[in-house]
């Protein structure tokens, strides 16, 4: 089952394991969709959507209109020269994206290729805006690393700091982000939900195929019809 056959708008039922969704973020400062990766969803309920992004799958990503990779970019005009998006297919092992409704942030489960668990990682972010193809977000560069001996550090933070001196967030937001942060280094500390559900003994249904990135990735959710 595809994105748009599932009304997923507000009293709709939730999507099933299985079906195939568009989890994307918008451009900082802009509506246009930049990060866009098509997954399988594992669970959705009121406590939880869970997607599993496969090895293998075909994904949007910004890139710098001359060409360079935005993390070869220094840092001082990572955020200030023009920008692109470019189709890259995830090579890496899965990735296992879990969130709650409603949290300013979503927590990513990483394997080896030998399903050895890696880490987690607390992505800072809008809260997901859902709509009938998937859901929607904007990504607040901030971010923490999990490991399994229960140890965490912040990440990104140079990249957090520039996107303030470039102007992609306002004081006030950012300070809003690093409070988020603090809430969820207490939910890391208390090892709350999701940490303490055993995600990382999860493994995909053998049978799940890889989902097809969709020539309209970028439409928007007004309008869109299941």
């Given at each position: 089952m595809t994105a748009d056959t599932v009304d997923t708008t507000a009293g709709s039922a939730p999507w099933a394991p299985g079906d195939h969704i568009l989890w994307r973020y918008r451009g900082n400062g802009t509506d246009r969709v930049h990060i866009c990766r098509p997954v399988t969803v594992v669970q959705d309920t009121d406590e939880l959507l869970a997607v599993w992004m496969a090895p293998g799958t075909d994904c949007v990503k910004p890139l710098l209109a001359d060409g360079t990779a935005i993390h070869e970019e220094p840092?001082?005009?990572?955020?200030?020269?023009?920008?692109?998006?470019?189709?890259?297919?995830?090579?890496?092992?899965?990735?296992?994206?879990?969130?709650?409704?409603?949290?300013?942030?979503?927590?990513?489960?990483?394997?080896?290729?030998?399903?050895?668990?890696?880490?987690?990682?607390?992505?800072?972010?809008?809260?997901?805006?859902?709509?009938?193809?998937?859901?929607?977000?904007?990504?607040?560069?901030?971010?923490?690393?999990?490991?399994?001996?229960?140890?965490?550090?912040?990440?990104?933070?140079?990249?957090f700091g520039q996107a303030q001196r470039a102007g992609l967030m306002s004081a006030g937001q950012a300070a809003r982000v690093r409070e988020a942060g603090r809430a969820a280094v207490a939910v890391i500390e208390s090892w709350g939900a999701p940490f303490a559900g055993g995600w990382e003994n999860w493994r995909p249904d053998p049978s799940w195929t890889v989902p097809a990135l969709p020539a309209d990735w970028d439409r928007s959710p007004a309008g869109i019809r299941a």
């Open positions: 840092l001082d005009t990572r955020y200030t020269k023009p920008r692109t998006t470019v189709v890259s297919r995830w090579f890496g092992t899965g990735v296992l994206k879990l969130a709650r409704p409603g949290e300013p942030w979503s927590v990513w489960l990483f394997w080896d290729a030998g399903w050895g668990f890696k880490n987690w990682y607390v992505n800072l972010e809008e809260p997901l805006a859902r709509w009938a193809g998937g859901v929607d977000s904007e990504d607040h560069f901030l971010d923490i690393a999990v490991y399994p001996d229960r140890s965490w550090e912040w990440k990104d933070e140079d990249e």
